[in-house]
């Protein structure tokens, strides 16, 4: 059974850092594109990075760059998102995907992951 688990949730305040991470289970993941998505209070979820399989492509959205860095390692599948510089913009419920891996139109939308984590809840105070 797929398992998608995040950790390093938590609250910080607005300058600080975190760091998550997503350990998949079930599978090797090693031919899949992984991603991280968030969710703030009443709104939508959104796309805040992918890297590819190989790990040597990487998006993020434009809110995001320059401040968080997407990583993986194959060798024990898992996922990593290093978040610096945190505003309290970026409180939100974060989720690592496991999914199918294309061009940047089609990675940062929610159809190519197939499996989710439940989340991990980061606030950033002011």
């Known amino acids: 059974q797929v398992q998608l688990v995040e950790s390093g949730g938590g609250l910080v305040q607005a300058g600080g850092s975190l760091r998550l991470s997503c350990a998949a289970t079930?599978?090797?993941?090693?031919?899949?594109?992984m991603a991280w998505f968030r969710q703030a209070p009443g709104k939508e979820r959104e796309f805040v990075a992918a890297?590819?399989?190989?790990?040597?492509?990487?998006y993020y959205t434009d809110s995001v760059k320059g401040r968080f860095t997407i990583s993986r390692d194959n060798s024990n599948d898992t996922l990593n998102l290093q978040m610096n510089i945190l505003n309290p913009e970026d409180t939100a419920i974060y989720y690592c995907?496991?999914?199918?891996?294309?061009?940047?139109?089609?990675?940062?939308?929610?159809?190519?992951?197939?499996?989710w984590g439940q989340g991990t809840q980061v606030t950033v105070s002011s």
């Open positions: 890297i590819s399989p190989n790990a040597r492509v990487t």
């Open positions: 995907a496991v999914g199918h891996w294309g061009m940047r139109d089609y990675v940062i939308r929610e159809t190519p992951y197939t499996y």
């Open positions: 079930g599978q090797a993941f090693i031919h899949y594109g």
